[in-house]
């Protein structure tokens, strides 16, 4: 694409006609050259006259020797001008041609460029027989977000812009159609109805109205030439150049607005400042008056130097740093050649490239980035002196983390699954379906280090499948070994061990990393601990990870790319280079995974640790928790009873499902012996705990010793494990009838939304039942509506939420309405459907260990879940001393549980 401003030179005019057309009337260079010529043979060569009477001149000779045709093309452009044709409108497609047109400029750009609007405008023309002489071309509206776009609408397009000359001439240089515009007019567009992108014009004359005497317009004229002269090298030719230096020579030809519209034409051919500046460009566009341009023009002026003289200083300082920088660069060399010639060489960086090159040998090859990140830093590091703070940063990240993770160290898996069973078995009583889990894993384990042996002799090829790696994940109520469970893995393995807690982690970058433009920044906890661990296959433990938070981003998405086997390796955003996690043995912890997001529960293998039994407490305590109390307070020759061990559990803990209470409980028995010098005891009986630990701890309402009318018994399961619901219903009998279900019953007992709605549907199928007449459970529709009962939920201070208590509410409340107690030997569990339907519920594991614990015989659950009861049954044996009963609808449990 060509484009210019075509401002005459008064000699070089008289000289070189041929380089200049007067727009105003449409006249070819060819014809000008040819009328001057014509003109000095006839003997009248054109002298020095103003700009106009050379217009007035040619035109006249013009007019003598063109052909009609030229009359009829200048009569076309007045018809135009005067808003007696329509003209078709062009728009100034960015960045296909300059977003803005001024009068006397110009383009030429090959035809394929034109839009498919503007090829079929010709195309039309010329198959009517006459081909296209004008158009408008009009600025777009937001001309910089309309680049891939090529059908425009009116409304796209600004209201002010001009018309010119259309023609298609032929390039010899490149050997294509070329189509010329030339700007001619400045004119206001005004459009037809209808889509079509035609339009009638109103001539927008220039009113000269500048006063040139006054002080103010001879300032501002010379400041935009003294910003022309400073930034206008390269952006305006030179002609251009030069009529901004002969100001008055222009005034007086009467060119000064086609003088001023060459500073916004030039200034926006430039493509830094096309969307910066259009605005002003825009603005000296629509101004119709001299004077108004000339303000326009200052302003746009005034900014364009500040902006161009800020980029200046910016690309000076640019380059002094530059050179600076090179020059710090060629010193550091000379330096490090002098020396190394002196003996003075960096024995810490020597240090480094030793051992980086030992990382370059291994086999099979750490990842080509890996070495290349670690070069980098080392080539930043020489440019420094140990001084620097550069240098401590970069420092820190080769010794104290690139040099220091476990690349290459493992430690050899030594996996005897006898030996394994004696471990788990040796430090952990009871949880035998885990210790089942964990044996099965660690048969997969030992068959996987096998492999691993013929990949690293080449006898076998690694495969991405290889790669995948099981993720376990320990879930269950504090206290009751999960953590210390992953330490006897690690020993069972002979790997090393490492544990870490995400509890109340908010920000991703704990996990993945800060990066160093981070003040203080460090890589996140897995680098961290594989660094500690010092092996690249360790058993890593972390712990609580249903307690982290999303404030500062989401670290449960961060640790999903930890735990992701299908990635080359996890890339910590501090180290910037990727470490392979594939041998490491995840080990993850929760006490509920409810708030735990599916994409990351669907990575790991979920092992339940349901909580221990009243007689497994009692046997951790012996086999552990006392030799480990006694030995830490020094106390050989104490024993305790088995009475006094029973009587801890059940009267100063808060039967707990872990151990941890009943564990400190112990120990403070051991310190109040050495508080009163009674170490010398050999023996702590059951009548000495009320004066070694005080009054007991737990007061908990006691479950019904008898059948009780309204009293059932539930099962619940939560973060703390399992424990029993206390369900409480009294009768209240009305004289009249009540008209609504939710009239008739309200609660207490800190009970939450899901449990109001289990309350709603159990009071429903109470009155299902009452319809039936042939029930036979002694209850009628009339004595259902005239009752209103009250619920309570014990204890009270416990919150309480979900729906697997409706079946408990539904027996509560059929016996508080028909008047037959409730067998007190039975504990349920199970969520009801309107139909009486039994829906399986979760938790079973827990509650049944609660249930044991509090003595508990009979456990009412949905038929629904027998194969999962089964398993549970036989995963902990201590629970078949309790019997078990399936049922599938209510109207099962309340025959069961009601006494006649």
Known sequence: MRTGKLLPEHMDYYQNPGNYFLNEYGISPEQLKEINIAAVKNGNPIKRMSWDEVVAFLTERALAIMPPESVIGEMKLLLALLGRV????????????????????????????????????????????????????????????YDNKTDFKKEYLCDVGVIAGFQVIKDAEIGEDMVRMRALERVRVLWKDGPSLVAVLEHLPEIKDVDFSDPQVKEKLETIAMIVKNHGEGLFPPRALNLWKAIPAVIREGKLG????????????????????????????????????????????????????????????????????????????????????????NEEIAGWEARLKELEGLTPPLPAIVIKEARKQLEKIKRYKPDDSPYGKIAEWLESNFFSLPWTTRTNDDISLERAREILDEDHFGLSHVKERVL???????????????????????????????????????????TSLGRSIARAMGRNFYATSFGGVEDEHEIHGFAETYLGSMPG?????????????????????????????????????????????????????????????????????????????????????????????????????????LEYHHLPEVSFSDEALEDIRDEWTDKEAGVRTYERQISAVCRKLLVENRHKVCLVRQDMLPKLLGPRSTFKRPRPTSPEIGVATGLAA?????????????????????????????????????????????????????????????????????????????????????????????????????????????????????????????????KFSAAHREGIRFIIYPSSLQETVDYIKEANPELKEMDFVPIATDEEAISRVLIN
């Open 86 to 145: 329509e003209v078709p409108v062009f728009a100034c497609r960015h960045p296909y041609r300059p977003n803005i047109y001024f009068s006397d400029t110009y383009i030429d750009e090959p035809i394929q460029v034109l839009s498919e609007y503007e090829k079929s405008v010709v195309l039309k023309a010329e198959q009517e027989g006459h081909p296209l002489e004008f158009v408008v071309l009009v600025p777009c509206k937001d001309n910089f977000n």
């Open 258 to 345: 086609s003088l001023l519209d060459s500073f916004p034409f030039f200034v926006g051919l430039d493509s830094m400042w096309e969307a910066d500046l259009f605005p002003y460009r825009y603005a000296v566009l629509k101004a119709n008056s001299l004077s108004e341009r000339l303000e326009k023009t200052y302003e746009l002026a005034s900014l364009f130097d500040q902006r161009v003289t800020k980029l200046k200083e910016i690309s000076a300082k640019r380059v002094k740093n530059q050179a600076e920088e090179q020059n710090k660069i060629m010193l550091r060399v000379q330096r490090d050649q002098l020396n190394k010639q002196l003996g003075d060489e």
């Open 440 to 482: 099965s894993y660690l048969a997969l384990v030992k068959e996987q280090e096998k492999f691993m042996e013929l990949v690293i002799s080449g006898k076998a090829e690694m495969r991405p499948e290889h790669k995948k790696r099981t993720v376990l994940c320990f879930v269950g109520p504090p206290g009751v070994a999960k």
């Open 525 to 629: 906890q897995i680098i961290r601990g594989l660094i500690q661990a010092g092996s690249k296959n360790p058993v890593f433990m972390i712990d609580e990870i249903d307690k982290m938070k999303k404030v500062r981003g989401n670290p449960e998405s961060a640790f999903l790319a930890v735990l992701d086997s299908t990635l080359d390796g996890f890339t910590d955003k501090f180290m910037r280079v990727p470490f392979d996690l594939s041998e490491v043995l995840f080990i993850t912890t929760a006490n509920n995974l409810d708030g735990v997001m599916p994409a990351l529960l669907d990575r790991m293998e979920i092992i339940e640790f349901p909580g221990y039994t009243a007689g497994e407490k009692l046997e951790i305590a012996k086999r552990f928790l006392i030799p480990k109390a």
């Open 718 to 846: 939560s973060d703390a494990g399992g424990s029993i619901l206390f369900v409480e219903v009294e009768r209240y009998v009305s004289s009249s009838k009540y008209a609504k279900l939710e009239d008739q019953i309200f609660a207490t007992g800190s009970i939450m939304d899901v449990m109001k709605e289990s309350m709603i549907v159990a009071l429903a199928r109470v009155r299902k039942v009452a319809e039936n007449d042939n029930n036979k459970f002694g209850v009628t529709l009339e004595d259902f509506e005239k009752s209103r009962f009250h619920v309570h939920f014990a204890p009270m201070a416990t919150k309480k939420e979900g729906p697997s208590a409706t079946i408990t509410i539904f027996v509560a409340l059929m016996s508080a309405l028909s008047g037959r107690a409730v067998d007190h030997k039975y504990a349920m569990t199970g969520e009801l459907t309107l139909r009486g339907k039994m829906l399986p519920v979760g938790g079973l594991a827990q």
